[in-house]
């Protein structure tokens, strides 16, 4: 019997989380690794493998008992312990074999086994939040992010899919205080830069190595979702340059293309600091590379158009710094978002949010001038004269068609001088003033809109003065319904979270004040 083959069998040891577009869902990484040292085996022509054939048969059916033995024991806190022991002893073993023999696989490849086999029975302890602290207390995180940079990626990949099963959302708001225990941890040991170094080295033409690279950006977006603060810090630790260039790739679109134009998005929001550091990395260009090719072609998938769309907001939030406007200037954007609408694709809803963006405030007079310069006059007016039915189609409401062209055109007239400021206006003349008549319906359609909610709020004032009247026919009083509301503040949140407790006393307060 061929090594391989030997290598090939796995106990099975329970359903491993994996992507949703995953059509085997019963392979553990286990099989991955065994394969890996059997061709490292086969090349390693003059050592007698025979025996190593049978020592590894006769473990692999061990360990095929002990599954079953165990498959009943209860998980607790000694168990745990007891796990986080194992894995440490397993871990050292096997780097110390590696090191004393690192020409022979055959000598360290069981430790090899044992030390995946190990990392997979790990996945229970994401299942009790609570006990992440043992994690810590027991150096186990510092050992995680160590293997993440093992000479075998397939260990390397096994960390990844269980650091993304310890940090998934849900999992942590079950426990926060073991969830900030875990985080604080992971940020302490420069969790982010040994992602980035080992997604370096992954392939992602193996299907494998391509999960992990999607669970590498899930633990990202978990701990990003977790703690929004952490956003700089990952982007300045070579997230930000791995990310554009994963997605400047010239390879055919995937989901791991997909969810970098998501994390990329992420962050960038709120987020100055990121935004100044992607465009010094050149990523205006990118984004406007990437942006060019939904010119004259929608986006064959729904996925492709959520992409699309990431990558726009993502340029959106990139213009809110001033810095930005130049680059996107110069990397001739206007005239790129320019050509978007008058091609008429699904991209010119998102490119007329980009204008808007780039043109408002005084930061974006060099890009109002220069897109009267490049026609673009002739392109906003017939969008501001009326909705097309395509955007309709598309999903766009006329309000927000309607903010973003006015908006538009608002900023060109305060931003707008000289000639450029003369030709602004000669468009409102044209056609018998046209488009002042346009102006003025859609001043009182808004107008028309903000009195019927004037109207609302004034009936909620009179549900307020019929309160008040009845309380003074019962010889009733305001301040005794306030003191029973304060009381009740008081003793909200019972069974709740605190910061549920804090936000619903906050609100009950802020009702007071108006009653």
Same mark, same amino acid.
């Given at each position: 019997m061929d090594v391989g083959e030997l290598l090939n069998y796995q106990p099975d040891r329970g359903a491993k989380r994996l992507r949703d577009d995953d059509d085997d869902g019963d392979d553990l990484r286990s099989k991955k690794v065994g394969r890996d040292l059997a061709r490292r085996l086969e090349r390693d022509d003059g050592e007698d493998q025979s025996s190593d054939r049978k020592r590894i048969l006769e473990k692999l059916m061990d360990d095929d008992e002990d599954a079953d033995d165990q498959e009943g024991e209860p998980v607790d806190e000694n168990s745990v312990k007891k796990m986080i022991l194992t894995f440490e002893k397993r871990s050292y073993k096997n780097q110390e074999l590696r090191i004393k023999f690192p020409d022979t696989p055959g000598r360290f490849m069981e430790t090899e086994l044992d030390l995946n086999d190990i990392i997979q029975e790990m996945h229970v302890i994401a299942t009790m939040p609570d006990l992440y602290h043992l994690l810590v207390e027991l150096n186990a995180v510092h050992s995680l992010l160590g293997l993440l940079s093992h000479e075998n990626t397939d260990i390397a990949i096994a960390v990844v899919d269980l650091l993304q099963e310890l940090t998934d959302i849900d999992t942590l708001h079950e426990s926060e205080e073991g969830a900030e225990v875990l985080i604080d941890s992971l940020l302490e040991g420069q969790v982010v830069a040994l992602l980035v170094q080992n997604m370096e080295r992954l392939d992602e033409q193996v299907k494998e190595e391509a999960d992990g690279v999607y669970n590498t950006l899930a633990i990202i977006e978990n701990m990003a979702e977790f703690r929004p603060g952490l956003c700089t810090e990952a982007a300045q630790q070579g997230l930000m340059q791995w990310l554009l260039k994963r997605i400047k790739a010239k390879i055919p679109f995937d989901a791991n293309k997909l969810y970098c134009s998501e994390i990329l998005a992420i962050l960038l929001q709120n987020n100055d600091s990121t935004r100044e550091l992607l465009g010094e990395l050149d990523g205006i260009d990118v984004l406007l590379q990437q942006l060019s090719v939904f010119k004259r072609h929608n986006p064959a998938t729904a996925e492709e158009q959520e992409m699309m769309e990431n990558l726009f907001d993502a340029l959106c939030s990139c213009l809110m710094l001033a810095a930005n406007r130049d680059r996107f200037l110069r990397g001739e954007g206007l005239q790129l978002m320019n050509l978007m609408l008058r091609e008429k694709k699904m991209s010119r809803t998102s490119a007329l949010k980009v204008l808007d963006h780039g043109m408002i405030g005084p930061e974006g007079s060099d890009d109002c001038h220069k897109f009267v310069d490049i026609l673009g006059l002739r392109t906003i007016f017939p969008l501001f004269m009326k909705t097309p039915k395509k955007m309709r189609k598309a999903g766009t409401v006329d309000k927000e068609h309607e903010e973003h062209v006015c908006s538009i055109i608002a900023s060109c007239l305060r931003n707008l001088k000289a000639q450029q400021r003369t030709r602004l206006l000669s468009k409102f003349t044209e056609n018998d003033c046209e488009k002042v008549d346009r102006?003025?319906?859609?001043?009182? $359609? *808004?107008?028309?809109?903000?009195?019927?909610?004037? $109207?609302? @709020?004034?009936? !909620? $004032?009179?549900?307020?003065?019929?309160?008040?009247? =009845?309380?003074?026919?019962?010889?009733?009083?305001?301040?005794?319904?306030?003191? @029973?509301?304060? !009381? *009740?503040? !008081?003793? =909200?949140?019972?069974? $709740?979270s605190e910061d549920f407790k804090e936000s619903e006393q906050k609100r009950i307060m802020d009702l007071l004040e108006n009653f």
């Open positions: 102006l003025m319906e859609l001043h009182f $359609k *808004y107008l028309e809109a903000v009195q019927l909610a004037d $109207k609302r @709020i004034e009936g !909620e $004032k009179h549900l307020q003065q019929r309160v008040h009247q =009845i309380l003074n026919l019962r010889g009733g009083s305001v301040k005794v319904v306030r003191h @029973i509301m304060r !009381e *009740y503040a !008081e003793n =909200i949140g019972d069974g $709740k």
